[in-house]
């Protein structure tokens, strides 16, 4: 599970969860706590913030639930919360997101990477008590390889397999088509054969209750935009969380979960704008924390939705479907001036849909591909593209004026604050955009069905590239003209870039993948299928004066939120408890106490973009 947007939901951000570490240097303001807090929708019966317990962490979620069926989920809330209810075969290492021990101790490779042969660790059960065996990873990965309605959200990773098999309860021997460099067992999550094979439909199996799984933590009860609670499984693998439980609580925007935060009914908020986080530091029993996101944000192009057997569905402007207009787009949108005034430089310029926290992987900014701010070379790319200027500037080509949609979240400050920008850019070099603002759920509604010219999108990523390249694939293409049967980032579809896609996943030389991907990720710029904007540093904010101890993913300079794996709250305790105590203050982890009184006004609401909308993808 990388990024996943829902089957074939193809751009998305959500304001998940997360939350840091790093007490930065204090200097600001502490706000009383506003009586006019936001909560969620709920019955003030069931208010879930009404009562606070010392060992249930309490996180402020504005994201969308499409299900927790680890089969079909492609939303960043769930699939994070699937990351903590079932442990893979490898996991990806808290120090750097490498491989390393899930429920396998130890793997081996043979035949040139062809085959891999696991060893699953010694005495495993699932949380109800049965164990776990080598037949429930067959099983789990014979679903995906076997039925189609069960590969949306990572059958792209089972595509090179040829057989899965169990020599004996503690092995498993995956055998691919060719050689690969990603670990196999990377990325998809076993469920329990026992429980899995008595639902009658697995594909439409909302799995949001009593979960039985392998994790740190396992779904207790789930109330649709209200809240979300786990509670921890004492037989982890690697031992009993430190606390009790996680509760997600609902709020309508994130100014409101930011006032929850000062007021103390939540413990930890994400997705921070950067003028909520900086009046966020030095508050009263507060700690911020910007860390280096695993995120790119961009605005999608409808370059012309197709399903894969070529049939064209969506009502994008046929203007998008020529490349020179899509270079044009980039070449007159001006992203260092966004970072700057937009994100107040709190993250990275972006290159590709590769962050730049994989550095190895990510489109270098000095590659020669990159186009910089360039309104005249706009204009150039327009004129030759036979597009000319019309009476008020607009251009226009054979009777038709360019005259594109721009989806806008509402609610959201940081697309609007972009839109703000981009409009004028685009009226410059003769291009109108016609902004339409509507709600999340039906700006992924309508991406989902191509009902759209250009939104504002985006995607987490994992360490292994891999799963990121797959869904710009032909091969991943929707299979219905309602956008359903596939996972497709931007419905992006090129012979050539599959062809590299199959190379750089059997190149087992590092040096020489790497390279590959930097070619695969230079086409797909000069495709113009999308326009990365920036690698927002993720902020957080989590109440220092209840919890202590969370951990980051990577280690150094890392997130607590939104990992590619389940360390951020595998380590979290109460404050004052005695694994706390002995514990002391988590590495990388400076608290200063400096209490300044200051009145705060928080202009700014929801920040880096829900997945629920057309950013809510894992």
Request: glycine share 8%; aromatic share 8%.
């Amino acid at each position: 599970m990388s990024t996943h947007p829902r089957a074939g939901l193809r751009r998305a951000l959500t304001l998940a969860v997360a939350a840091a570490l790093i007490a930065l240097p204090v200097g600001a303001a502490h706000a009383a706590p506003s009586a006019a807090t936001v909560r969620p929708a709920a019955d003030a019966s069931a208010d879930p913030t009404s009562t606070a317990s010392a060992t249930t962490l309490r996180i402020a979620t504005s994201g969308y639930v499409d299900s927790f069926n680890p089969f079909t989920s492609i939303y960043l809330l769930p699939t994070n919360l699937i990351r903590y209810m079932y442990e893979n075969l490898v996991q990806n290492d808290q120090q750097d997101g490498s491989p390393t021990k899930g429920l396998a101790d130890k793997w081996e490779t043979e035949d040139g990477g062809k085959k891999w042969t696991y060893t699953l660790q010694d005495g495993l059960t699932w949380s109800d008590g049965e164990p776990i065996t080598a037949a429930d990873v067959v099983y789990t990965y014979d679903q995906m390889m076997t039925v189609p309605e069960l590969s949306v959200a990572n059958g792209n990773l089972v595509t090179n397999f040829d057989t899965v098999t169990a020599t004996d309860d503690k092995t498993v021997v995956i055998t691919l088509k060719t050689p690969q460099a990603p670990n196999p067992g990377s990325e998809i999550p076993i469920v329990p054969k026992h429980v899995w094979e008595k639902v009658s439909d697995p594909a439409t199996f909302s799995n949001d209750s009593d979960v039985v799984g392998s994790g740190s933590f396992l779904l207790e009860d789930y109330s649709a935009n209200q809240s979300i609670t786990l509670k921890a499984n004492p037989g982890f693998w690697r031992g009993a969380p430190k606390i009790d439980r996680i509760q997600y609580i609902y709020y309508t925007n994130s100014d409101a979960q930011v006032q929850a935060l000062r007021a103390g009914e939540v413990d930890f908020v994400t997705g921070l704008t950067a003028t909520q986080f900086d009046a966020l530091q030095g508050a009263d029993g507060i700690t911020t924390h910007s860390g280096e996101g695993r995120r790119y944000s961009s605005y999608g192009l409808n370059v012309g939705m197709k399903t894969r057997d070529g049939t064209p569905f969506g009502t994008g402007n046929p203007a998008l479907t020529e490349v020179e207009v899509r270079q044009a787009i980039r070449l007159g949108t001006d992203t260092k001036a966004l970072l700057k005034n937009v994100l107040q430089d709190q993250g990275v310029l972006g290159t590709s849909f590769i962050p730049a926290s994989f550095a190895k992987w990510t489109l270098p900014a000095d590659d020669p591909v990159i186009m910089s701010y360039d309104p005249d070379a706009a204009k150039t790319k327009l004129d030759g593209a036979g597009w000319k200027e019309g009476s008020d500037g607009i251009r226009e080509k054979d009777g038709k004026r360019l005259s594109l949609r721009l989806l806008v979240d509402a609610d959201d400050v940081t697309e609007q604050s972009v839109a703000e920008y981009f409009v004028p850019w685009m009226k410059a070099i003769g291009i109108e955009i016609t902004v339409e603002s509507t709600d999340g759920d039906t700006i992924s509604t309508r991406s989902l069905k191509g009902d759209y010219d250009i939104y504002y999108t985006g995607w987490s990523v994992n360490p292994d590239p891999d799963y990121q390249l797959g869904i710009n694939l032909c091969s991943s293409l929707p299979t219905g003209t309602d956008g359903s049967g596939g996972t497709t980032q931007d419905g992006y579809c090129d012979p050539e870039f599959d062809a590299m896609y199959a190379q750089q996943r059997s190149e087992l030389d590092e040096d020489q993948r790497q390279q590959i991907v930097h070619d695969m990720l230079a086409m797909n710029y000069t495709d113009t299928a999308q326009i990365a904007l920036w690698y927002g540093n993720s902020l957080e904010a989590y109440r220092s004066d209840r919890f202590t101890d969370f951990s980051l993913q990577p280690e150094k300079d890392g997130i607590i939120a939104n990992q590619a794996g389940y360390w951020g709250y595998l380590t979290v305790a109460p404050v004052g408890s005695s694994s706390s105590a002995d514990a002391g203050v988590n590495p990388g982890l400076i608290v200063l106490g400096v209490v300044v009184v200051l009145a705060i006004i928080i202009a700014i609401v929801i920040a880096l973009a829900r997945r629920r909308r057309a950013g809510d993808r894992e």
